[in-house]
């Protein structure tokens, strides 16, 4: 039978944001202008972070403690695509997307995480989905009765006769979701100590006790992304298959597993409250009552502290749960990412409104807000601003993923310590422009290195604090 049928260290960061002290709400303050940051101390394991505030927060201290693989006819082989029959040259064949990285992955995942840390620098919440991506022709999805280029969920029978119907094709496995590629982008970029300390990044969600749940955990895990929660006992683990016609269009088939259930318990209370930076999935908005752990992990993640980063995900997810969506941007967001759709989408403005009006409307309601437009460049809002990143030259591959590359690298400058809002947008726009030059969603090892590199470099030579502007932090 085949694989397809068979499946019927303390932070040390010095930056403003990142104190678990402070909100980033606190922008909208008028008199907010300025602020002098001590360096944290240590004492008997403890995290100290001192703040003076000068404005309305003048004189006062506060204080804060802180792959699979099998031999012929199964896992990581060449890929070859399937057509309408379901044949290809190879036979039954799967590959890894990150196949080509194995030599750098297995000198990456040597960092052990044995020993966890005592606090993680980004935690996220998100579906835990192992993709199945395969080139297929248009008789195919019409055989199938598919519409190209949509997005569905399927139940357990639908799943079944699309991956029959694909047996005898190549196809590709990955560990995957907008979440994890951008917190495998993170912990690459932060892999080594460049300019700051290596970076702990972890994920939670909902995976089964399933083949495919230990291959999406272990796939994590190479990628230095430590996956915290346990799997759930006799539970099917989510499926996400992308079929690709030669046009370049993708037909999703979500299968959403025990993935559609994400509980609030102790143990990911526990987690929350160790992060700096709590990173909660758009996609997750869609899974029934899941709202309620949602609100329940911000709470915990506002009152230890840590900074709560939203990700838009979808627009049709953004319709459906609007409501949902903005209890939690509006009463616990500090970070909004968002395309120029998903921005115009969460401030009901229509199609005509420009991408620059939605992120200066949106960072009223939410500190920081990124909002990405494709080959256009992106923009990065606070207080009723916009700074416009242009974007980094490129020779487009695939730009499937630019999104979550770009949310890493924001992610990357406030962990650490960045305080210009331009600098910070180039260094996300360069990290999106390689991805979207590269087959595949994953910031490779040492692409990211280079860029940690080139960025510490560049922050190294250039005067930040000099002439405070507009697309300065500090001078919010």
């Not at 990044?201 to 230990?214: I, K, Y």
Request: hydrophobic share 35%; aromatic share 8%.
């Amino acid at each position: 039978m085949s694989f397809l049928n068979s499946i019927s260290s303390p932070p040390q960061i010095n930056s403003l944001f990142c104190s678990p002290i402070f909100s980033l709400h606190r922008f909208h303050s008028p008199s907010f202008s300025s602020l002098c940051h001590r360096q944290q101390s240590y004492g008997n394991g403890r995290i100290i972070r001192e703040l003076w505030f000068l404005g309305d927060f003048r004189g006062k201290r506060r204080k804060n403690s802180g792959s699979m693989r099998k031999g012929k006819g199964g896992f990581f082989s060449d890929s070859f695509a399937c057509n309408s029959r379901g044949s290809s040259s190879k036979g039954d064949e799967f590959e890894s997307e990150e196949e080509e990285e194995e030599v750098d992955e297995e000198e990456e995942g040597a960092r052990s995480f044995c020993v966890l840390p005592d606090r993680w620098d980004v935690l996220g919440l998100g579906q835990a989905m192992v993709d199945f991506s395969g080139m297929v022709d248009d008789e195919f999805l019409e055989r199938l009765g598919l519409e190209k280029g949509t997005r569905k969920v399927v139940n357990h029978e639908e799943r079944g006769r699309v991956l029959r119907a694909m047996d005898g094709c190549s196809y590709k496995a990955a560990a995957g979701g907008s979440l994890s590629n951008s917190l495998v982008a993170l912990a690459r970029l932060g892999y080594k100590p460049i300019g700051g300390p290596v970076l702990n990044v972890a994920m939670a969600g909902s995976v089964g006790s399933d083949p495919l749940g230990s291959f999406y955990r272990a796939k994590l895990h190479r990628a230095n992304v430590n996956f915290l929660s346990e799997p759930i006992k006799d539970g099917t683990t989510g499926t996400v298959i992308v079929l690709t016609t030669p046009d370049a269009q993708r037909t999703m088939l979500a299968y959403q597993g025990t993935s559609s259930a994400i509980n609030y318990d102790s143990c990911l209370a526990g987690i929350v409250s160790k992060t700096n930076i709590f990173v909660v999935e758009g996609y997750l908005f869609e899974l029934p009552d899941t709202i309620k752990t949602i609100v329940r992990a911000c709470e915990e993640a506002r009152r230890s502290g840590a900074l709560i980063a939203v990700t838009a995900s979808d627009v049709s997810c953004i319709e459906r749960h609007y409501d949902d969506f903005w209890e939690i941007v509006g009463n616990y967001g500090d970070i909004v990412f968002a395309n120029s759709d998903e921005a115009r989408a969460l401030c009901h403005f229509s199609s005509k409104e420009s991408p620059i009006s939605a992120t200066r409307y949106l960072s009223h309601f939410v500190p920081l807000v990124s909002v990405t437009d494709g080959p256009r460049g992106s923009y990065i809002g606070v207080k009723g601003e916009a700074v416009y990143i242009p974007p980094s030259p490129c020779v487009p591959v695939d730009t499937c993923g630019a999104g979550d590359a770009y949310a890493s690298g924001i992610l990357y400058g406030i962990l650490r310590g960045v305080m210009d809002l331009k600098g910070m947008g180039t260094l996300a726009a360069r990290i999106a422009a390689t991805v979207v030059g590269q087959q595949g969603t994953r910031l490779r090892v040492q692409d990211a290195i280079d860029l940690a590199e080139s960025f510490a470099f560049n922050l190294e030579s250039s005067s930040v604090s000099t002439d405070v502007g507009s697309d300065h932090i500090s001078s919010l």
